[in-house]
């Protein structure tokens, strides 16, 4: 799992170094580079579940990520949300 961490971890590094340059307005906090990667990764995830187990395969894994490391250092906590829908 930690090659794909890494590959994943650069990918999102160049999409970050390519954004920086990006110009922005000055009273603009300067973290456009976490939207940009927030575009590819997504705000939410849909897993069915099946007789009271998560329908994954054996390599899938959820996970969360802190793509603004500045607004991080800001704040104690993130909440997550879980919602169970069906029967």
Request: net charge negative; hydrophobic share 40%.
């Amino acid at each position: 799992m930690r090659v794909i961490e890494a590959s994943f971890k650069t990918c999102l590094q160049t999409l970050e170094v390519k954004t920086s340059q990006a110009p922005q307005f000055e009273d603009e906090c300067p973290n456009g580079h976490s939207h940009c990667q927030h575009l590819i990764l997504g705000g939410s995830e849909t897993i069915p579940v099946v007789d009271g187990a998560m329908t994954m395969g054996q390599w899938q894994r959820i996970f969360a990520v802190e793509l603004d490391s500045d607004k991080a250092l800001q704040i104690d906590s993130r909440q997550v949300v879980v919602q169970v829908m069906g029967v």
